[in-house]
């Protein structure tokens, strides 16, 4: 899966706010998100992003394959 800045990152577990889902504000090694629900921003390493994937938006809110 090719992950870019902007994207929409839905993971296995939720936040503690209720939301699944992360923008992808750095990627490298490690990845800073951003909480959709609440704005708190984590970094966590690519292995345990890629590991923890359930799906994938794009910028424009479109599923990316």
């Known amino acids: 899966m090719i992950y870019e800045v902007g994207d929409v990152v839905k993971l296995k577990k939720q936040h503690p706010c209720g939301s699944q889902e992360w923008e992808i504000l750095r990627v490298g090694a490690d990845f800073r998100l951003k909480c959709t629900g609440c704005g ?18 794009g910028k424009d809110g479109q599923p990316k394959s």
Do not use: A, D
Request: hydrophobic share 35%; charged share 35%.
């Open 40 to 57: 708190h921003q984590i970094m966590v390493p690519r292995k345990l992003v890629e590991k923890n994937t359930r799906g994938l938006k």
